[in-house]
Each structure stands twice: as C-alpha cells, then as structure tokens.
C-alpha cells in the first residue's frame, strides 16, 4: 500500500482557508486518494476522496495534480469546529476489500 | 439506522482480565473491520471480515486476540490475559460492497484501559 506523508500539524485561525498536502510518491494506479477527519474519542469520519484533478463537496476540496504523487485537501473559511486530526489514505478505492492505512494525520487547531 | 455503534465506550479492567468488545454495523454492510488506536497516532488495522468469514488479520493481532462475526451481523473482539500495552481506544468500521474508500463508517470505539 502506497504510504502517505504529511504535516504533522498546522495552525489556523477562523474564517481562513487551510490547505493540507499529502505526499504519495507511490501511489499505484487503482488507488484512490481519501481524507477523513477524527475528533477526540471518536472514530474517523470521511470529508472527501478523488482520483484526479479536483473534487468538491459540501465540506472540502481535493486538488490532486496530473501525476497524483500528491494531493491538497482545503477546507475553506474554517471554524473552531474544524479543530480535528485529518488523515490523507491512498488505496482501492473501488471495491473496498482492502483495510485502509493510516499514518499520523495532521491535527489542525484553529483559534479564534 | 444510527450508524457503527460499539459497546462499552469505555472499559476498565485489571492486568491479566479477559475483556470482550462489541461491534454492531451498518445493517447492509457485509464487511467489518477492526482496528486499534493509541494515543497520538492513525487507527491500525487489525481484522477484517466479509460477512462471517474472517479474511485477513494483521501481525498485530497476537494470540491473545480472537475475533468473531458468527451470523455475518454484530462482531465481537475478546482479549485474553489483557497487558498494559493492551490500552488503546478499538475502533470498528463497516463498508459495504463496491462503495470505494468512501463506503467506510467507524464506530465511536471502545476505550479501553488495563491497570
């Protein structure tokens, strides 16, 4: 499984734009890219996942260049609320048999 | 459907005790996964299953380790003659199939602390 690098933390203030990058220099084809948030005493929670280019939602973007060996979650305008540790996972995303890796996340604090 | 609920949240227990958690899925998800998660770092995988087949296990999951799933609904996770190095928060998750990475859902995990 491709192995993820990223910050181990940041800091923020509210209503700023975070962008977290994620390093996956070997990432394999099938992998997908995903970013999941965890709060204190409670389990991960999915923001968002891509393959290329961009991907937006709700919550987030995912910027994932043309050769995929990294990828920048940006949450926009964030809230204390957003104070979490955001994990980058590369694997198959198709089918989900595969268990997902983590590493150590980033944990964001943002302050008032 | 609320979601992966886990029981206990939180667990006590002194050094040598056997302790059994357990997980409820997602009821449609076919797949459930275990994973343990110590202070400061990611979750790590420790079993998986498909229905009630047990399909992969991780080294980290020693002997003193059993998992069951016996009607392909609810897991359980029991350890054995629990060590100190056993405190960690376990986390179940539940997918179901062809939904990529994104199919995942995780319980609020069980905390577990051995004195």
């Known amino acids: 499984l491709a192995k993820t690098t990223q910050p181990i933390s940041m800091d923020s203030y509210e209503g700023q734009e975070v962008n977290i990058t994620c390093s996956h220099n070997n990432i394999a084809t099938n992998d997908y890219i995903t970013w999941y948030q965890q709060f204190p005493s409670q389990g991960p929670r999915f923001i968002i996942q891509?393959?290329?280019t961009k991907v937006t939602n709700e919550v987030a973007s995912l910027f994932i260049p043309a050769d995929r060996k990294s990828s920048t979650l940006s949450l926009p305008r964030v809230s204390l609320s957003d104070t979490a540790v955001y994990y980058c996972l590369v694997g198959d995303g198709d089918t989900g048999r595969r268990a997902l890796t983590f590493g150590s996340g980033t944990r964001l604090q943002v302050q008032p | 459907d609320t979601g992966v609920s886990q029981n206990p949240r939180h667990k006590i227990t002194k050094r040598g005790q056997n302790v059994t958690f357990r997980c409820d899925p997602i009821?449609?998800?076919?797949?459930l996964y275990w994973y343990r998660q110590t202070l400061g770092q990611g979750p790590e995988f420790l079993t998986y299953?498909?229905?009630?087949?047990?399909?992969?296990k991780s080294r980290l999951l020693s002997d003193r380790f059993s998992a069951e799933r016996p009607k392909g609904s609810f897991s359980t996770l029991e350890i054995q003659r629990t060590e100190q190095g056993d405190s960690a928060m376990y986390l179940c998750?539940?997918?179901?199939?062809?939904?990529?990475?994104?199919?995942?859902?995780f319980g609020s995990g069980t905390r577990l602390t051995v004195v």
């Open positions: 299953f498909q229905n009630e087949a047990q399909l992969e």
């Open positions: 891509g393959y290329k």
């Open positions: 009821s449609e998800h076919n797949r």
């Open positions: 998750a539940s997918s179901f199939p062809r939904a990529g990475v994104s199919g995942y859902t």
